[in-house]
């Protein structure tokens, strides 16, 4: 194709035709996610241009994130050039192979199943709700959340999780990061020691660190955090971030006797535990595990909850269980600093709750998960070995191990040559990591695909793949 890049008759300078031709190329997928591009001194010579005009072409459209020069390595198509443009062109290979133009890469973390959320089905609740509009919908609604949607989660934790609660006493969120806002004005942790589990989830601890915590990272081993070393590490730390249904990202559940411990701590010394229920839904192997926020006895769990992981994250919507004492002021405090997302959008997740839509649709994603898990397991552990291969008992995502020396986040680039979207585990450590991995997310990915997906990952890890 490159030799056809040029009109020699055409006004437009020649470094702006590249520049243009190029980047259709990759738009269009004739140029691949990941294809080497010709180095510049040998694409000038193969027009009869100057080197310098290429480098310009080449310059800008690695400005704008078309390609990606990797020193000595050459020049490659980027991925975010597809990814990152919601243009309407037609889908470059792998997003086709994914089955949605612009949808997520493989691998990619953080996301449902985007493929099989009842988009139909909400749009028509979003329209009824719209229909029906009362006059209190219209008024500033309550800070806490509306009342029916505050009902419905009240419901489902009884239900579901075994927690009873009053409505009044869940108060909605803007997600997990919107309750984690209110929580850190309300406990005042500016300067106060406060145990992250480490590795932990990043966006938790980098909400910790804008409130202006000091962090103490509290390891994690088999049984979830070692409570131990944390009361060593930090006594009297204001509060304790913990995911124990199932830890992110190592996928680990709090041992009931460190469940005991850690309640034990916050009783004696007067400290906060913070939930975080991420994705307990999901979870394949026995029952869900009950929450910590169950054996609660004192009063000193933060329970939070979000529809990010079950539903999807642009909705923007969780919940926060707090105990008696901090209710009010936490209230107080979404009122004034921290306004909920749109009524209408509360509205409709409220019908899609107490109308049975939210449990039918976590019982088919926790199948359809189960298949996709297994699927790329099974291909994961044709490739690399199963000693590789960490499944833990639910959660979204599976952990692949990688050898001593290797470096995840160097794997993880280039897995992004490649059209590949894992992360990294050592980026979940604050301090140096313990373990280098990738996390591979398996919500997003049709068994079908899972053969080709895991062969390009061996080549894009330079492993050799097995036949
Ligand atoms: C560990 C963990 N907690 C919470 C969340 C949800 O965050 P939010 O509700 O802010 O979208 C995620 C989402 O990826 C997560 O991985």
Redesign the pocket.
Known sequence: MFDHLLDRAADEPAYRQLYRRISAAVLDGTLAIGARLPSARSLASQLGIARGTVEAAYGQLAGEGYIIGRGAAGTFVAAVAVVGRNLPVPAPAIPRAMGSAGGPLPFQM?LPALDRFPRKLWSRLAARQAHVLSTAALLTPDPAGIAPLRHAIARYLAVARGIAVLPEQVIVTA???GALGLICRVLEIAGRPVWMEEPG?FL?RDGLAAAGAHIVGVPVDGEGLDVAAGIALAPTARLAMV?PSHH?PLGVALSLPRRLQLLGWAATEGSWIVE?D?DSEFRYVGRPLPPLKSLDRVGRVLYVG?F??ALF?GLRL?YLVAPAELTERLAETAALLAPLPAADSQATLAAFLAEGHFGRHIRRMRQLYARRRAALARELERQFGRERVSLGAGGMHVLLGLDDGVDDVAAVEACELAGLAPSALSRAYAGPAQRHGLLLSFTNLEPAQAPAVVQRLARALSMPARP
Request: hydrophobic letters at 5%.
């Open positions: 953080g997600g997990f990061q989830y938790g995911s992110s975080d991420y979000t990010s992981k994250p969780g």
